[in-house]
């Protein structure tokens, strides 16, 4: 039986692990190697590593560190980051990657994804859609952004979504940027939208301050993938920098009360 994946999200920025709030002001919180090992200890479901840097300043995958992650991490990880063209997922996956995510170059180009999947199988092809409200004073609704929320595009997240999924994506990410670092809980509106809209896996990014948090959006979107950065990173009100994560009993207690028997 399929069961909730619980996904930690760290973020590298200048080579380190950092932690944003609205995408913005990145926090060191590490070193990112030493939070895989950790990690591994902890026996978490999935793993997503995402450079902040590489598609703002229009760089190459770094693929020393990319090595360095695959060599250490013992569960699956997913590698975004700078990642234009089907040649250089495939040399991701072929350093011990199981998946690769693209966002800026997906929305620019969605047949990169079928290229993507042609080279290095559906499963491994992951599109990230950032999401955010509509900038200016008389907007409503919400936007897609990339570039770190730099850069806005007049589309609809869930009919992107689709596009995406019918392009060759094996799995959608929705992040949304209000949230991101809040800690006060996912967008479900929009999550339950993209759930029933898709029929690739979905995880969803942004907001979660605790495993009731996750618990809800189990509750609301089924087996999806429930992915945290802050949650995991940081302990108590005053964000003491600790990685953590759910012991599996807790996992056990959180599956048994968010899905239905």
């Given at each position: ?5 619980i996904i930690?999200?760290?973020l ?6 950092v ?5 913005k ?12 090992k950790i990690?591994?200890e902890k026996?978490a479901?999935?793993l997503?590593?995402?450079d902040?840097?590489a598609s ?13 992650l695959a ?6 990880l997913?590698y975004g980051g700078?990642i ?5 997922a495939s ?12 966002s800026?170059?997906a929305?620019?180009?969605?047949g990169?994804?079928g290229?993507?999947?042609t080279?290095?199988?559906?499963q491994?092809?992951?599109a990230?859609?950032?999401?955010r409200k ?10 897609v952004?990339?570039h770190?929320a730099?850069r806005a ?7 992107l979504a ?5 392009a060759?994506?094996?799995e959608?990410?929705?992040n ?5 670092g809040?800690?006060?809980g996912y967008d479900?509106?929009l999550?339950q939208?993209l759930?029933?809209a ?9 907001g979660a301050?605790?495993?009731d948090?996750m618990?809800?959006?189990?509750r609301r979107c089924g087996v999806?993938?429930?992915a945290?950065g802050?949650?995991f990173v940081?302990?108590?009100q005053y964000?003491a920098?600790l990685i953590n994560?759910p012991?599996p009993q ?6 048994a009360t968010a899905?239905p028997?």
């Amino acid at each position: 039986m399929l069961r909730p994946r619980i996904i930690p999200c760290l973020l590298v920025h200048n080579g380190g692990l950092v932690k944003t709030v609205g995408f913005k002001d990145p926090k060191y919180v590490g070193d990112p190697i030493n939070a895989v090992k950790i990690f591994n200890e902890k026996e978490a479901d999935e793993l997503v590593v995402l450079d902040i840097d590489a598609s703002v300043k229009g760089v190459e995958p770094n693929y020393a560190l990319i090595a360095k992650l695959a060599a250490e991490c013992r569960m699956p990880l997913c590698y975004g980051g700078g990642i234009t063209s089907a040649q250089q997922a495939s040399r991701i996956i072929d350093l011990g990657v199981e998946k690769v995510s693209v966002s800026a170059a997906a929305v620019a180009r969605p047949g990169l994804l079928g290229e993507m999947a042609t080279a290095i199988g559906r499963q491994s092809v992951v599109a990230v859609i950032d999401v955010r409200k509509k900038s200016g004073l008389f907007s409503s609704g919400l936007e897609v952004c990339t570039h770190n929320a730099k850069r806005a595009h007049p589309q609809d997240p869930v009919e992107l979504a689709r596009q995406l999924e019918a392009a060759g994506a094996g799995e959608i990410v929705l992040n949304s940027v209000e949230r991101d670092g809040a800690m006060k809980g996912y967008d479900l509106d929009l999550a339950q939208r993209l759930r029933s809209a898709l029929s690739v896996p979905l995880t969803v990014l942004g907001g979660a301050g605790s495993l009731d948090d996750m618990g809800e959006l189990i509750r609301r979107c089924g087996v999806v993938g429930a992915a945290a950065g802050s949650l995991f990173v940081f302990k108590g009100q005053y964000r003491a920098v600790l990685i953590n994560y759910p012991t599996p009993q807790q996992k056990d207690a959180l599956f048994a009360t968010a899905l239905p028997r």
